[in-house]
């Protein structure tokens, strides 16, 4: 088939030779990465990866979701292959309250602006880790773990050992991942505990703990000797749709021989949702499972589809946690750490204690106020008690989340002298300043300061940024100390200077510094949004670098508007500005990072060593307003403004607050004012409610 040219494919031909190209090359870069025994020259891979471009040029929607043109970069020898999910992987926004319950019910009736109640699933919430896995025809292809969200790990072999998760499914759409959590049982967790223990091999802290790392074997012999279970609770990518509802679409995975967890029940008022909230926790202990709260989704689908997303987390669902645990322990010391920004943070160093099952030594202290017992108001927190070193204190964990301190028992206390905060930093002596109205202190000492040195290069290989595998914060810190790596630039001509020595190193030897070079080449080629968020540019965390890459698109168009734009003024400003979820506060971040000499070198160099993928825009399916901006002005009368919004978005257009000159439309609704004059002396395009309505129907 190879020979017959792209233009004269058919459907069926052009499906079955994407799967083809998608082994074939998959097979030639396990040989390249992984044997380093290449099974063909680049040329002839360079050769199959256009045919396969060129196929999925012609027809998009066979593009694969492990196409190689999608595929993140082979696996390395040390670890899992990547795998780019076809419908990102979100997470849950989170309720700690009942008022936070009924807000998210009043939140979701506003956007959609409904009179009358809605109703939602509510069901456990599984402390496990979550899993995507495509089936295609029936068949399972692939499971992938989470990862950020965007790309996961490649655990398709481990995943034929869970409990719950069918090899072969019937009455399936033709495409379906259905997403869930892998969990283990209490029982399964003591019994693999002991046998851990037996074998001399460390145990577990906790059932999710080992559920991860049961996953995540690079041998699936040994998965299968750790009884892993799974329930679904969700889905990805879709040919058809499973059902109308949320409760429905579940109870089909069911029938398809899904493992689904028999506490989601119908509830038609938050009420009642927070009903079955006290019914799960009573149940909790007993479950033999452990669980750490309980999610509500709407279960209408077509309201779940205009409700849509956040960056992150979807509006139609939320988790409502279950309190922290805590305990009490002694307050050994308190260190301060210095961060990427320079932000001086004290540490707690604890006397071990376990809470909630996992033992922990620190915990953040927040700042210099906290400390003292004084909330970012000046109001008493603790009833205004401050900590010290030596003091008894309560900890607690919520979530993932570092521990934290709640509480401190004055009745034990000995220590007669206050904590003073640092006027110095500890590491390089420089001035330690609190701005007014600022919580922390910083560093003055930027990139003079090693700790702010370092902690910006941890950052940068961080996994939410360039995740090169085997360089962590460990390796890192090496070649800092060993004066080898300086600047991130420096990352990727480390082989040219040091390869040979590295290879001789104690602990490293020629295997362990080929495969880190090897992941450090297949980072050569970044996605624009890792690449900005791998910056550490303050106030610019992921979903932002996100938004910022969705907007610019390239990084020619992104550095250039950064260097175009003045503070405060300018139509690169307000653009910037404009982007909705970019507030005054980090443009002029951006903004000052790329009018700054020492970090405009650094970026320099480093972006001389890359290959930046540009971000597409999310499919759009075809859109009219597809890279549009657009501003909502007045009153709209048919969707509330969140909707229009986010509607808009959705097709790909940019949704702004101010106009400008690069307004391309203006929806006006009733009593538009000021903007719309602007925008008619700008000669933007002006629609009504009514207009824009039918212009963004007319998408297919
Ligand atoms: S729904 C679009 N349902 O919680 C919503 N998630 O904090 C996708 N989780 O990443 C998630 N039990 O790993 C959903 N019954 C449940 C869940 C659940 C556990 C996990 C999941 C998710 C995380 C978010």
Redesign the pocket.
């Known amino acids: 088939m190879e020979d017959i040219p792209v233009d004269k494919l058919t459907k069926e031909e052009a499906r079955a030779e994407l799967a083809r190209l998608s082994g074939v090359m998959r097979r030639a870069e396990d040989a390249y990465y992984q044997q380093d025994a290449p099974v063909m020259d680049d040329a002839a891979y360079d050769a199959l990866k256009a045919r396969n471009l060129a196929i999925e040029a012609r027809f998009p929607a066979l593009v694969r979701a492990d196409s190689p043109s999608r595929r993140v970069g082979a696996a390395p020898a040390s670890g899992f292959g990547k795998i780019r999910h076809a419908v990102p992987?979100?997470?849950?926004g989170n309720a700690f309250s009942d008022e936070d319950v009924v807000e998210f019910d009043a939140r979701v009736r506003k956007f959609l602006s409904l009179e009358g109640p809605v109703h939602y699933t509510a069901?456990?919430?599984?402390d496990g880790?979550?899993l995507s896995i495509r089936y295609e025809s029936g068949a399972l292809v692939y499971a992938a773990t989470?990862g950020d969200g965007e790309v996961g790990e490649d655990v398709t072999a481990n995943a034929r050992h869970v409990r719950g998760i069918p090899h072969r499914i019937e009455h399936a759409p033709e495409i379906l991942e259905v997403?869930g959590?892998v969990y283990m049982e209490h029982a399964a967790f003591e019994a693999l505990n002991a046998r851990q223990q037996a074998a001399g091999e460390k145990p577990f802290s906790n059932p999710r703990n080992a559920a991860a790392g049961s996953l995540r074997q690079l041998d699936a012999e040994i998965t299968a000797t750790r009884p892993l279970a799974f329930f679904a609770?969700?889905w990805g990518a879709l040919s058809a749709p499973l059902a109308d509802t949320q409760k429905g679409a579940i109870e089909r995975l069911a029938d398809m021989g899904f493992a689904t967890?028999p506490l989601t029940v119908l509830c038609e008022s938050p009420k009642a949702l927070l009903a079955q909230y006290r019914e799960i926790e009573r149940q909790r202990a007993t479950l033999g499972y452990d669980i750490d709260g309980v999610?509500y989704k709407v279960n209408d689908l077509a309201l779940q589809a205009r409700l849509g997303m956040r960056s992150t987390t979807?509006r139609w669902?939320i988790?409502h946690k279950f309190p922290a645990e805590t305990a009490w322990t002694r307050l050994e010391a308190i260190d301060i750490q210095v961060g990427r920004t320079g932000a001086l943070s004290p540490v707690a160093r604890l006397h071990p204690v376990t809470v909630g099952g996992v033992v922990v030594r620190n915990a953040t202290l927040h700042n210099e106020d906290y400390i003292k017992g004084v909330d970012s108001k000046g109001a008493p927190i603790r009833e205004g008690r401050d900590i010290r070193e030596g003091d008894w204190v309560e900890v607690y964990r919520a979530g993932d989340v570092i521990p934290k301190i709640r509480d401190v028992d004055l009745s034990k206390r000995e220590n007669p002298h206050l904590y003073a905060f640092p006027t110095r930093c500890p590491v390089c002596g420089s001035a330690a300043v609190r701005e007014p109205g600022e919580a922390v202190a910083r560093c003055t000492g930027a990139f003079s300061c090693a700790a702010q040195r370092l902690e910006k290069l941890k950052h940068f290989v961080s996994r939410q940024a360039f995740d090169i595998d085997g360089l962590g914060a460990k390796q890192m810190q090496a070649f800092v100390e060993w004066g080898w790596v300086a600047d991130p630039a420096d990352i990727f001509t480390l082989r040219a200077r040091h390869g040979d020595a590295l290879a001789r190193r104690e602990g490293w030897g020629a295997t362990s510094a080929r495969n880190l070079f090897a992941a450090i080449e297949a980072r050569r080629t970044i996605p624009l949004n890792r690449l900005i968020f791998a910056l550490g540019i303050r106030h610019v965390g992921e979903s932002s670098a996100m938004l910022l890459a969705r907007t610019y698109q390239s990084w020619a168009a992104f550095q250039a508007a950064m260097i175009a734009a003045q503070p405060r003024e300018g139509a690169a400003w307000e653009e910037l500005n404009g982007i909705d979820g970019v507030g005054e506060v980090m443009a002029a971040s951006v903004v000052e990072f790329f009018h700054t000499a020492s970090t405009r070198q650094m970026v320099d160099n480093l972006v001389a060593q890359l290959t930046i993928e540009d971000v597409r825009p999310p499919d759009t399916g075809g859109s009219k307003v597809a890279g549009k901006t657009v501003v909502f002005t007045g009153t709209l009368s048919r969707v509330t403004r969140a909707e229009a919004k986010a509607q808009a978005e959705g097709l790909g257009a940019k949704v702004s607050g101010s106009v400008s000159g690069k307004t391309d439309i203006l929806v006006a609704g009733e009593k538009a004012g000021s903007k719309l004059k602007k925008a008619e002396s700008l000669g933007v395009q002006v629609l009504s409610e009514d207009e824009w309505l039918a212009l963004i129907a007319q998408t297919r």
Request: aromatic share 4%; glycine share 0%.
């Open positions: 992987m979100l997470s849950l069901e456990p919430k599984i880790l979550s989470r997403r959590e609770y969700a967890n999610v979807p669902a988790a």
